[in-house]
């Protein structure tokens, strides 16, 4: 076996170089940081019940409304999470896995509440979780990977709840693999574990646009952020949709696209109203009134209703805590971006110094 020694010249060019690099990210960051912690110091928190168009801040609590998420590493239900594996534990080795999704959710304060449609938003949330075997490998501390679905209905009642424990998981099933196919949990001793998440409860807060919900040109895709679905940029599939629009071929709402499958609960579990049948059909039962009104609440959303959403002129900031908090991490941001960039400067310098010649 043929053993190759680097010369020292060669390794400290190369810790030069990882210094200026994450001394450059360090910075970056610490930037973003001092932007976001200028926006929400200099701006008032809006008071939901008072709320009008235009840019806001506003602070509460996050509530789910349709749907929920499952957190991928920890099987957390929440409405925001971004997660990621590392195949070394200091974190800077090569991604086994990455995503980050999150759903429509309503910020409520003691006035009122208002729904936030996420997508295009930038979330400031800190990771929650952050474990990795150590030096000696074992078993990860709170690993509970998802083993379903990444969505889940939205705020449970107590009969779904008990069913939920009830239900036997097969171990196993639906478990995040890696790119070689092994279950990430068995893959490697050194792997590193992180998660950001937003729970139902936390305190939020969100500087974005408020406009009525009419104004908004796609509500389903608005909703979900998850970096999946159609490019309607893409010119192709934008002159396919406009020639389907302009011919009539796609449906103004979901009642008329897929007519009783567009009723909540009528595949599965309840109607919330009355279908339409075949005149010779046996008649259900009607609907629970409290069951119908829990879904109006949920999905119909009055043409003037205002929201909160992104836009180019007003980009959409969701952080978790109050707006103090939220500054203050900004702020700590910004000093570590500081050390970034003298670290960056002072690794080129020595880096500068090896080309020359001066270093020997």
Not at 5 to 21: E, F, N, R, S
Not at 197 to 204: H, K, M, N, S
Request: glycine share 12%; hydrophobic share 45%.
């Amino acid at each position: 076996m043929i053993h190759i020694v680097l010369p020292p010249v060669t390794v400290y060019a190369g810790l030069a170089g990882i210094g200026i690099v994450a001394g450059l990210v360090l910075l970056v960051r610490g930037f973003l940081g001092y932007r976001a912690a200028g926006r929400i110091s200099g701006t008032s928190v809006s008071r939901i019940a008072s709320l009008a168009v235009g840019e806001v801040l506003v602070s509460g609590t996050a509530e789910p409304i349709e749907l929920t998420l499952i957190s991928p590493l920890q099987s957390v239900p929440c409405v925001f999470y971004r997660s990621r594996i590392t195949e070394s534990s200091d974190g800077d080795g090569r991604d086994l896995f990455r995503e980050e999704r999150a759903v429509g959710f309503r910020v409520r304060d003691a006035g009122g509440a208002v729904r936030v449609f996420p997508s295009g938003a930038r979330f400031d949330v800190p990771d929650c979780y952050d474990e990795s075997p150590g030096v000696w490998g074992g078993v990860v501390t709170g690993f509970q990977p998802r083993t379903g679905s990444a969505f889940a209905p939205g705020p449970a009642e107590r009969d779904v709840q008990i069913q939920a424990l009830l239900t036997v998981h097969v171990a196993g099933q639906g478990a995040l693999l890696d790119p070689s196919g092994l279950p990430l949990s068995l893959s490697s001793s050194r792997n590193h574990y992180r998660e950001a998440r937003i729970e139902p409860g936390d305190p939020v807060t969100v500087m974005g646009r408020v406009l009525p919900f009419a104004d908004l040109d796609d509500p389903a895709s608005a909703n979900l952020l998850d970096g999946t679905g159609l490019d309607t940029a893409d010119p192709e599939i934008a002159a396919d949709l406009a020639e389907a629009r302009e011919a009539g071929l796609l449906a103004a709402t979901p009642e008329e696209a897929w007519g009783n499958a567009a009723i909540e609960g009528f595949g599965i579990g309840k109607p919330v109203r009355m279908p339409e049948l075949d005149p010779d059909a046996n008649r259900p039962p009607p609907p629970d009134p409290a069951l119908a009104a829990r879904a109006a609440a949920a999905f119909e959303i009055a043409p003037d209703a205002l929201i909160l959403a992104t836009s180019e002129e007003v980009p959409m900031l969701v952080s978790l805590g109050a707006p103090a908090q939220v500054a203050a991490r900004g702020q700590g941001q910004f000093v570590l971006g500081l050390v970034g960039g003298a670290l960056a400067i002072c690794s080129a310098m020595v880096l500068a110094v090896m080309i020359q010649g001066g270093l020997r």
